[in-house]
C-alpha cells in the first residue's frame, strides 16, 4: 500500500504542472461547491431561527378598507377587529383555530422615570405572546395570566430601554415607570435582536382604552394544518366567520388583512429547499467540470506513458496493477486538491461568518462535519471514476505495441 | 546437439499469422530447441520474422498453432494475468532501446520487478544493489537513466532482467545502440553470465555479435533455415548484415 503511494507520488512529482494544473480545477470546483452551501446554509440558518414550525401556525388579522359595495354598504368603510372576534373565530372553526388573541396597542408610548423616557410602542398582550415573538427574558418574568385576571399594572420592557430608564448596571424589575400617568411596575426585561416595545395585559391595555371594543390587531393560533390547501382553507374560515359579523364581501381581501404566517412559511421553505438543491446542483456540476478535467487529463497521461506501461507490463505488471495505480493516482489528485478547496471553503466560509456577525439574513455561513464527510466521500468517488475510464485504456495497451514506440 | 542438458526452449511447428485484409503468415511451423547453458543468437533479416519469434518466446505475443514449453512450462492460451506472472519470474527481457523508467533511478529500475512480486522495498532495493555492484554500476546507483552512458544503461537493464533470477534472457538487438567498444563490453557481460550457467538467447542482424554467441539460428522468411548451428568461420560470412 505504502509502495503504491509512493510510485504514485513519483509519477504525479514528474508531471508537476500537469498534475498542479489538473489539481487546480478540481481545487475550484469544491471550493465553489463549500463557498455556495456555506452561504446557502446561513441564509437558511437565519429563517429557521427566526421562524419555526410551531411558530408559523398562525395567522394575524389586521383592520382594513372595504373595497366592495355590499348589503347596501359603499366601499371604503373601515373594518375595525373587535374583542368578541375572538369568541366567534374560535366558536367557529373550533376544528383548525386553537387560540384567539387580542392585542391593544396603548394610544400613547411614552414610557419614563425620573432618569429619562422611551417612546417605543406600548402593546397589551397575552402571555403566550413571549413565544409568539420569540423573547429572551432575561430579569424577571413575562406577563401571566394572573396579571390579566386581575388588571395589574405591570410591564414588561426591553433591555435598551432598561438602560435608558434605569440605568445600565441597575436592576429594572420591582422599579416603577410612568404611563399615561399612572405608575406601573417593571416585572421583567427582555432582549430581542430588534424589538423594543413594552408590554403590559392586555385586560388592563383594553380598559385603558374605554369602552371601545376595537382592538389592533388578532393572532389567531391554529393547527391541524399541513399543507398550503389547509392554511388556505383556514384563513378563508375566518375570513367569513368575520364578514359575517362586519357585514363585508367575503371576497374582499382589503376588508381586513389577514397574514397567513403558515402559508408564507411554507412557501419560504420551498424556496429555501429550492434554493438548497440549486446551490448542490450548482456545486456539483462546477465540481464535475474538475472531474472531467482530470478524467482528460489521465487519458493523457495514459497516452503519454503508453511506452512506459508497456516496459511495466513486459516486466510482469499485470493489467490489474496499472489500473489499481492510474485509479488511485487519480485518486490522489482529486482528494489531495480536493481537501485543499475544502480548507480555503471553510476558511473563506469562517472570515464571511465573521464579517457578518449582525447582518440579518446570514447566520453562520459556515457548512459542518457532515458535509465535509459528504464531500469526502464524493470526492474520492469523483476521483476514482475519473480515473477509471483511463486505466481501462492503459490495461488495454499491448506490451509488444508500447514497446515499439519510442 | 548431443548433450543431455534439460531443454530450456522447445518449439514444435509454431505457425502465426497476422489477421487483416491480406492475412499475414508470419511463422510458418518453427520447430527450435534451446538448451539450459547456451548462448544462442537468432538472425534473420528484417520481415524474416524474428522480432515475432522473439514476442512469442517472450510471452509478449500469442501464436496460432503448435506448442511452446518453456522450462517445462506449456505457454499457450495462457491469460493476461498468468502471462505477466510468467514474464516476471521466468524471463529477464533486455532491449535494444533500454526501456529504462526515466524518472526512476538504478537502483529502482532495477528493483521494479520484485515491486510486482510484492517484495518489500527495502529487500528488493538490496538485491538491486547487489546486482548493480555485480554489474560495477555500484557507483552509479542513485542516477537517473537520462544521467547514464548508453552502456551504463543497457548495464542497468541487464541487472533488471536478472533481478528475477529468471530461467532465460531475451536480449532484443541489445548492441543495437551502442558503439563498438560498448557492444563488445556487453557482449562480454552476456558471456560471463553463460559462463555463470544463464541461458541467453540474443536477437540481432549483426554477424559481430552472432559471431561472438555459441550458436547461431538463422531465419527468413518464417522458417528456421536448417544447416544453421554451431559457428563456423563458413556460416558466419553467410550473413544479412
Known amino acids: 500500500m505504502l509502495d503504491l503511494f509512493r510510485e504514485i507520488f513519483q509519477s504525479l512529482s514528474n508531471n508537476r504542472t500537469r498534475t498542479a494544473l489538473t489539481g487546480l480545477a478540481v481545487a475550484w470546483g469544491i471550493f465553489m461547491l463549500i463557498v455556495l452551501l456555506g452561504m446557502s446554509r446561513g441564509v437558511s440558518n437565519s429563517f429557521n431561527s427566526h421562524v419555526t414550525v410551531d411558530n408559523a401556525r398562525s395567522m394575524n388579522v389586521y383592520n382594513g378598507f372595504t373595497s366592495k359595495p355590499y348589503k347596501g354598504y359603499r366601499e371604503g368603510r373601515m373594518i375595525s377587529v373587535e374583542d368578541n372576534d375572538t369568541r366567534k373565530i ?283 464527510i459528504k464531500v469526502t466521500i464524493v470526492l474520492i468517488v469523483a476521483g476514482a471514476f475519473a480515473g477509471l475510464f483511463p486505466a481501462i485504456k492503459a490495461t488495454k495497451v499491448k506490451p509488444v505495441e508500447a514497446l515499439r514506440d519510442e | 546437439m548431443t548433450d543431455n542438458t534439460e531443454v530450456m526452449i522447445s518449439l514444435k511447428d509454431v505457425n502465426k499469422t497476422y489477421p487483416g485484409a491480406v492475412p499475414l503468415h508470419v511463422l510458418k511451423g518453427i520447430d527450435l530447441e534451446v538448451r539450459k547453458g547456451e548462448l544462442v543468437s537468432i538472425m534473420g533479416a528484417s520481415g524474416s520474422g524474428k522480432s515475432t519469434l522473439l514476442n512469442i518466446l517472450g510471452i509478449l505475443d500469442n501464436y496460432d498453432t503448435g506448442t511452446y514449453y518453456l522450462d517445462g512450462v506449456l505457454v499457450k492460451d495462457l491469460t493476461e494475468n498468468r502471462a505477466a506472472e510468467l514474464r516476471n519470474r521466468m524471463i529477464g527481457f533486455v532491449f535494444q532501446s533500454f526501456n529504462l523508467i526515466n524518472y526512476k533511478n538504478a537502483v529502482e529500475n532495477v528493483a521494479l520487478p520484485l515491486f510486482y512480486q510484492g517484495v518489500s522495498r527495502r529487500k528488493r532495493n538490496a538485491l538491486a544493489m547487489e546486482q548493480l555492484e555485480r554489474m560495477g554500476l555500484a557507483d552509479r546507483a542513485h542516477h537517473l537513466p537520462g544521467e547514464m552512458s548508453g552502456g551504463q544503461k543497457q548495464r542497468v537493464a541487464i541487472a533488471r532482467a536478472l533481478i528475477t533470477h529468471p530461467s532465460i534472457i531475451l536480449a532484443d538487438e541489445p548492441t543495437g545502440a551502442l558503439d563498438s567498444k560498448t557492444s563488445h563490453d556487453v557482449m562480454n557481460t552476456f558471456r560471463e553470465l553463460n559462463d555463470e550457467g544463464m541461458t541467453i538467447l540474443i536477437v540481432t542482424h549483426d554477424p559481430g555479435v552472432g559471431a561472438q554467441t555459441n550458436r547461431i539460428i538463422r531465419i527468413s522468411d518464417g522458417v528456421i533455415i536448417p544447416d544453421s548451428g554451431i559457428v563456423t568461420p563458413d556460416n558466419i560470412c553467410q550473413c544479412d548484415a
Open chain 1, 90 to 372: 374560535q366558536q367557529e372553526n373550533r376544528s383548525h383555530v386553537e387560540e384567539v388573541t387580542a392585542s391593544k396597542q396603548l394610544d400613547s408610548s411614552m414610557v419614563s422615570t425620573p432618569k429619562g423616557y422611551v417612546n417605543d410602542d406600548v402593546w397589551g398582550k397575552f402571555p403566550s405572546e413571549l413565544g409568539k415573538a420569540r423573547l429572551k427574558m432575561i430579569q424577571g418574568r413575562f406577563l401571566s395570566q394572573k396579571d390579566l385576571d386581575e388588571l395589574r399594572r405591570v410591564i414588561v420592557i426591553s433591555e435598551p430601554n432598561s438602560e435608558i430608564l434605569f440605568g445600565k448596571s441597575n436592576d429594572a424589575v420591582g422599579q416603577r415607570v410612568k404611563i399615561m400617568g399612572l405608575s406601573w411596575l417593571v416585572v421583567g426585561v427582555y432582549r430581542h435582536d430588534w424589538e423594543k416595545s413594552s408590554y403590559i395585559p392586555y385586560t388592563t391595555a383594553m380598559l385603558l382604552s374605554g369602552n371601545n371594543d376595537k382592538v389592533s390587531d388578532l393572532s389567531v393560533k391554529i393547527d391541524h394544518v399541513s399543507s398550503l390547501e389547509d392554511g388556505q382553507a383556514v384563513e378563508k374560515a375566518v375570513r367569513g366567520t368575520l364578514a359575517r359579523s362586519h357585514d363585508f364581501d367575503p371576497e374582499d381581501d382589503s376588508a381586513i388583512h389577514i397574514w397567513n404566517r403558515f402559508t408564507n412559511y411554507l412557501q419560504q421553505k420551498t424556496a429555501m429547499d429550492i434554493m438548497d438543491m440549486a446551490v448542490w446542483l450548482i456545486g456539483i456540476f462546477t465540481l464535475l467540470s474538475g472531474i472531467v478535467g482530470v478524467s482528460n487529463i489521465m487519458f493523457v497521461s495514459v497516452r503519454e506513458r503508453r511506452h512506459e506501461i508497456g516496459i511495466r507490463r513486459a516486466i510482469g505488471a499485470k493489467p490489474k496493477s496499472v489500473l489499481l495505480q492510474i485509479v488511485a493516482e487519480s485518486g490522489v489528485i482529486t482528494t489531495l486538491f480536493g481537501y485543499i478547496g475544502v480548507v480555503l471553503g471553510m476558511i473563506v466560509t469562517g472570515v464571511i461568518d465573521m464579517l457578518s456577525k449582525g447582518v440579518e439574513f446570514l447566520d453562520n455561513p459556515t457548512v459542518d462535519l457532515s458535509i465535509a
